[in-house]
C-alpha cells in the first residue's frame, strides 16, 4: 500500500513537472461563456458555416503562429444547439464531482444513488430500469465532439479519506482542420467507511468528428463504455443504537446484513468484491451526413472563403448498444435472504441475477433548410429499425421495433426566439405504442441577460423490463397486468442572469406508475397523481466579494401514490470569492449547509438495484451536513480542499465525529471526510 502512494505522487510530480515545461504563462483560455468565431467550422448538427480549409480567412481553422498566446477551443454535443465553451469556474464543486447537489446515496463514493427531485422517466421503448448507478455513467448526451487549434488536455485527480480515489484524464486535438479527435477516462474507486462499501467504476470515451473540405459530407462518431461494480452491503444491522455505542467509534467494525466480514484495503488496483453489482455497458455510435445545396464564397482584402449552404441533408446513423447487468453473492446469508426475500430459492454457496442485452439500430432521416441564411431553422423526419436480443438466466429471446421520429427547431436570427417541436413513434415491434411528444419556446430578454423557457412533455412508454417475468431480476410472484405509464409534464424556467436568479416550476401527471412494494413485489397504481414542484436558486452579493448562493426545492403529491417525496430541501454556500489583491488568483472559500427535514426515505433492495416505498420509518437527523471549502485557480491550474460532515463532531467517550446523518434505514453517511482535489489544463 505504502509503494502505491509513493508511486502516485511519484507521478504526480512528474506530470506536474511536465505541465509546467509547456511554459502555459502567457497563454490563456477563452473566458466562460465567450463563443469564438468560426466562419469555416462545423456550425450546429454539423451544418456548414464555411470552409476555410482552402484560404486563410478564418479564425478558428487556420494555420495558428506557434507564438501567439491563445488558444480557440469549443465543443458540440450530438442533437444540442452549441457551440459551447469550458467551463473554468470554481465556486461550485459538484460540477467536478458526480454526486450533485440533489441526489443523495447509500454513503459511499460509487454507492447506489437517486435523485431528491422527482422527475419523468428518461426514454421509451426497451429499458432495462437498473438506474441506481446512473450517476456514475458516461451516456451520449454527455459525448462531446471538440474543435480546437492547439491539443488541449486535462488531468483531474482527487483524493478523500480512507484512499477515496478519482481520476480523470482527458485529451483533444485536430489531426486536420477538418478532423477533431478526443479521449477521455475516468476511475472511481473508494473503499468506503463501512465493511462491503467498496466502489470500482471505470469510464472511458473516444470521440471524432469529420467534415469533408467540400463541406458537404459529415461524419460524427463514439465509442463509450462504461464498468461499474460496488459491494453492496444491505445496510448495517441496527440504524439507532450501535451508531452511539462508544464499542464502534472506528465504523468499519459494525456488522452488516451480506457479504460477511471482510478487511480493509486501500489498493485501487484490486477490482474484486464478492457481494455486489456489476453492469458494463458498451455503446458505438457512427453518424454521417451528406448536404445538397448551393455553394457561395466570402471575399475579404487578402482572401476568399469558401462558403456553403444546406438545403437538403440526408443521415444515416448506426448505433451498437450493449448491457451486461449481474448481481452476485459468493457468500450468501440465508438469514438475510429469508428475512427480506422470502421464497427466492438460495443456494449455500453462490447467488446469481443476470440480464445480457444487444441492440443494434440503423437510423436514416432526412433535413430541409427552409432558409439558406438560418441554418439553425430545420425539419427533420426519420424512420429506424431497432434488432434487439436479450439474455436472461430464464430464457434467451428477440424482438424488432420499427420507430419514426419527427423534429421542428428554429432559432430565429436576431437570437432572441428559440423553438423546438418533436415527437418519436413506436410504430411495430415489442413495443409498439410508445411515444414521446415534447415542446419548448425560449425568449431571451433584458438584451440577452436572461431569458424565459416554457415548455411540455407527453410520454407514453411499456415499463422497464424488470417488471417483465422474463428478467432475471423479476423475483416476485405478482398476478398484476402491467399497462403503458404516462406522463405529463408542463415546466417553465426563468433564468436572470444578471440578477443571479434562476427560477423553475414543474408540474407531472402520472397515470400506471410502477413500484416496488418491497424488497421484491412489483405493482402498479390504477389512479391518477400529480406532482408540483417548485426551485429557486439566488445569488445575494453581500459585501464586493462575499456572495450567499441559495437554494430552495419544494415538492408536493396531489392524489393517492407510493410515491415518497421529500417535501422540502435546502442548500446554501457563504463565501469569499475574489482574489485577494493577487493578480493571478481566483479564490471561492466557505461554508455550506445541506439541510433534509425530517421524511420517510425510500428503503433500498440491493438484489434489485431498485429504491422502493416504504411508510413506516421517519428519518430525521439533528443537524444539517456542513462543509467548509478552500477552490482556487492560478491560471490553468485550479484546486479543491473540502472538509465535510462537520456536524458529525461530538464527544462520545472522547472527541471524534461519529454522529452520522442517515440516508435511509441501515445507511448512514461517513462522519468527518476530507477531500482535496487538483485540475490542470494544458496545451501543447
Request: with cysteine; proline share 4%.
Amino acid at each position: 500500500m505504502l509503494l502505491t502512494r509513493t508511486y502516485l505522487s511519484l507521478l504526480l510530480c512528474l506530470v506536474a513537472s511536465q505541465v509546467l515545461a509547456q511554459e502555459l504563462g502567457p497563454r490563456t483560455l477563452p473566458a466562460r461563456g465567450t463563443v469564438p468565431v468560426n466562419r469555416g467550422g462545423m456550425g450546429n448538427l454539423g451544418q456548414a458555416m464555411g470552409s476555410g480549409l482552402q484560404g486563410e480567412g478564418t479564425d478558428s481553422l487556420k494555420r495558428r503562429d506557434k507564438n501567439e498566446d491563445s488558444i480557440t477551443i469549443f465543443y458540440r454535443k450530438l442533437d444540442r444547439w452549441g457551440p459551447f465553451t469550458l467551463d473554468s469556474s470554481i465556486a461550485d464543486f459538484t460540477k467536478r464531482f458526480p454526486i450533485k447537489a440533489s441526489t443523495i446515496h447509500l454513503g459511499n463514493l460509487g454507492s447506489a444513488s437517486r435523485s431528491l427531485l422527482f422527475s419523468t422517466p428518461g426514454q421509451i421503448g426497451w429499458d432495462a430500469g437498473l438506474h441506481a448507478y446512473d450517476l456514475y455513467k458516461w451516456n451520449e448526451e454527455e459525448v462531446r465532439f471538440f474543435q480546437t487549434t492547439r491539443p488541449y488536455s486535462e488531468i483531474n485527480y482527487q483524493l478523500g479519506s480512507r484512499v477515496e480515489q478519482l481520476i480523470s484524464l482527458l485529451h483533444t486535438q485536430n489531426i486536420k482542420p477538418n478532423w477533431n479527435f478526443m479521449f477521455q477516462y475516468r476511475l472511481v474507486n473508494s473503499p468506503g467507511i463501512f465493511q462491503q462499501q467498496r466502489s470500482n467504476h471505470n469510464n472511458y470515451l473516444f470521440s471524432s468528428r469529420y467534415q469533408s473540405k467540400s463541406l458537404r459530407y459529415h461524419v460524427w462518431m463514439y465509442l463509450l463504455g462504461n464498468r461499474l461494480q460496488s459491494e453492496e452491503n444491505g445496510g448495517i444491522i441496527d440504524s439507532t443504537h450501535i451508531l452511539n455505542d462508544p464499542i464502534y467509534s472506528d465504523r468499519f467494525n459494525i456488522p452488516v446484513w451480506l457479504g460477511g466480514a471482510s478487511t480493509f484495503t486501500a489498493n485501487f488496483f484490486s477490482n474484486k468484491i464478492n457481494t455486489g453489482n456489476r453492469y458494463r455497458q458498451t455503446q458505438f455510435l457512427w453518424r454521417h451526413q451528406y448536404d445538397l445545396g448551393k455553394k457561395d464564397s466570402l471575399v475579404t482584402d487578402s482572401t476568399v472563403v469558401p462558403l456553403f449552404f444546406p438545403r437538403l441533408r440526408m443521415e444515416h446513423q448506426l448505433r451498437y448498444d450493449r448491457s451486461d447487468f449481474n448481481f452476485f453473492d459468493q457468500q450468501p446469508s440465508l438469514t438475510y435472504y429469508e428475512r427480506f426475500y422470502p421464497g427466492l430459492a438460495v443456494r449455500p454457496d453462490s447467488l446469481t441475477l443476470r440480464d445480457n442485452w444487444k441492440i443494434l439500430s440503423n437510423n436514416f432521416s432526412l433535413y430541409q433548410f427552409p432558409d439558406a441564411k438560418n441554418l439553425q431553422q430545420y425539419f427533420k423526419v426519420g424512420a429506424e429499425l431497432q434488432l434487439v436480443q436479450g439474455q436472461t438466466i430464464k430464457e434467451n429471446f428477440s424482438f424488432v421495433n420499427t420507430i419514426g421520429q419527427f423534429l421542428y427547431r428554429n432559432l430565429t436570427r436576431n437570437k432572441r426566439w428559440e423553438m423546438e417541436l418533436g415527437g418519436q413513434l413506436f410504430l411495430f415491434g415489442e413495443h409498439r405504442g410508445d411515444y414521446r411528444l415534447h415542446v419548448q419556446l425560449q425568449r431571451s430578454l433584458a438584451n440577452k441577460k436572461g431569458s424565459l423557457l416554457v415548455g411540455a412533455l407527453q410520454l407514453n412508454r411499456t415499463p422497464a423490463f424488470i417488471f417483465d417475468r422474463r428478467s432475471s431480476f423479476y423475483l416476485g410472484s405478482s398476478t398484476t397486468v402491467f399497462r403503458k405509464e404516462n406522463y405529463t409534464q408542463f415546466f417553465s424556467i426563468i433564468d436572470w442572469t444578471a440578477k443571479g436568479i434562476t427560477l423553475r416550476g414543474d408540474y407531472f401527471l402520472v397515470s400506471n406508475f410502477s413500484y416496488l412494494l418491497d424488497f421484491q413485489k412489483v405493482n402498479q397504481t390504477n389512479s391518477l397523481f400529480n406532482v408540483l414542484q417548485l426551485q429557486a436558486l439566488k445569488t445575494f452579493r453581500l459585501t464586493k466579494n462575499f456572495k450567499w448562493h441559495a437554494e430552495f426545492y419544494f415538492q408536493q403529491r396531489i392524489g393517492s401514490a407510493p410515491l415518497n417525496l421529500m417535501p422540502f430541501f435546502t442548500r446554501h454556500r457563504l463565501a469569499y470569492e475574489g482574489s485577494l489583491g493577487f493578480k493571478n488568483l481566483n479564490l471561492a472559500t466557505g461554508l455550506e449547509l445541506r439541510y433534509r427535514p425530517p421524511y420517510k426515505a425510500d428503503r433500498y433492495s440491493p438484489l434489485l438495484g431498485q429504491f422502493f416505498f416504504q411508510d413506516r420509518v421517519v428519518i430525521s437527523n439533528p443537524l444539517p451536513d456542513m462543509a467548509a471549502y478552500v477552490n482556487f485557480r492560478i491560471r490553468p491550474f485550479t484546486a479543491f480542499v473540502r472538509a465535510e460532515n462537520l456536524n458529525t463532531a461530538r464527544d462520545l467517550q472522547g472527541f471524534g465525529f461519529t454522529r452520522n446523518n442517515l440516508l435511509g434505514e441501515g445507511y448512514p453517511l461517513q462522519g468527518l471526510h476530507l477531500r482535496v482535489g487538483i485540475f490542470w489544463q494544458f496545451v501543447n
